[in-house]
T-cell receptor, first 115, second 113 residues
Framework: DSGVTQTPKHLITATGQRVTLRCSPRSGDLSVYWYQQSLDQGLQFLIQYYNGEERAKGNILERFSAQQFPDLHSELNLSSLELGDSALYFC??????????????FGPGTRLTVL | DAKTTQPNSMESNEEEPVHLPCNHSTISGTDYIHWYRQLPSQGPEYVIHGLTSNVNNRMASLAIAEDRKSSTLILHRATLRDAAVYYCILREVSGGSNYKLTFGKGTLLTVNP
C-alpha cells in the first residue's frame, strides 16, 4: 500500500459525458501527478500540481483539467469523453516540488471505460 | 525530450542475477536516471535512481556508465515477485523549477521458477 488513494476504482460512462477522478496523496506529500495508461500509448504524464499550483504539464488534452485543493487532494476532470479516453488513470504523490530525490508513490489507479 | 531505449522483454531464472539495460544517449547533465517497475494490475513502484555514481538500495543496484549514455538495473537474485515491467526514466528539468518523468514502453521481465 503506497498511501495514495484513488476513487473510484472503476468508472463506466458514455461518450460525451464528463467524469471526475479523485486522488488523495500520502500524508505530508505536497506534489500530485496524474498519468494516463492505455494499451497503445503506455504510461503518459498528464499534469503535476504542487501545493495547489500547477507545476508541469505533459500530454494533457484541452478536454481534461485538474486541480489541487487546500487539503492537497486532487481531482482530474475529463469532459466530452471519447472512446479513446478509456484507460487507467494513475495518481502519484511526492514530498517535494523539485528535489534531487523524487520518489513518486503511485495509487492503485482508476479504470475508465467509455462506451 | 530525452528518450530512453530498453529491450521489450527479458527472461531470467529464479535466484539468478538480472541485468536490465537502458540506453539514454541524449541525456543532459541535469537529468537523473530513475527506475520504476509495475507489477501486474498495480501502479508503478519506485525502484532506484541516480545521477552519476552507482547506487545501491535494498531492492536493486544501478550501474551508470561513465559517459552516462547508458545504465543497468541489477537485481541480484530474481524472485517470482520481481516479474514486472521495468521502466527506465529520465527526470527532465524543463521550464525552471518544473520537471517531469517520461515513461517509455519498459522491459517486461519474466522470471522462471
Amino acid at each position: 500500500d503506497s498511501g495514495v488513494t484513488q476513487t473510484p476504482k472503476h468508472l463506466i460512462t458514455a461518450t460525451g459525458q464528463r467524469v471526475t477522478l479523485r486522488c488523495s496523496p500520502r500524508s505530508g506529500d505536497l506534489s500530485v501527478y496524474w498519468y494516463q495508461q492505455s494499451l497503445d500509448q503506455g504510461l503518459q504524464f498528464l499534469i503535476q500540481y504542487y501545493n495547489g499550483e500547477e507545476r508541469a504539464k505533459g500530454n494533457i488534452l484541452e478536454r481534461f483539467s485538474a486541480q489541487q485543493f487546500p487539503d492537497l487532494h486532487s481531482e482530474l476532470n475529463l469532459s466530452s469523453l471519447e472512446l479513446g479516453d478509456s484507460a487507467l488513470y494513475f495518481c502519484a504523490s511526492s514530498v517535494a516540488e523539485r528535489a534531487s530525490y523524487n520518489e513518486q508513490f503511485f495509487g492503485p489507479g482508476t479504470r475508465l471505460t467509455v462506451l | 525530450d530525452a528518450k530512453t531505449t530498453q529491450p521489450n522483454s527479458m527472461e531470467s531464472n529464479e535466484e539468478e542475477p538480472v541485468h536490465l539495460p537502458c540506453n539514454h544517449s541524449t541525456i543532459s547533465g541535469t537529468d537523473y536516471i530513475h527506475w520504476y517497475r509495475q507489477l501486474p494490475s498495480q501502479g508503478p513502484e519506485y525502484v532506484i535512481h541516480g545521477l552519476t555514481s552507482n547506487v545501491n538500495n535494498r531492492m536493486a543496484s544501478l550501474a551508470i556508465a561513465e559517459d552516462r549514455k547508458s545504465s543497468t538495473l541489477i537485481l541480484h537474485r530474481a524472485t517470482l515477485r520481481d516479474a514486472a515491467v521495468y521502466y527506465c526514466i529520465l527526470r527532465e528539468v524543463s521550464g525552471g523549477s518544473n520537471y517531469k518523468l517520461t515513461f517509455g514502453k519498459g522491459t517486461l521481465l519474466t522470471v522462471n521458477p
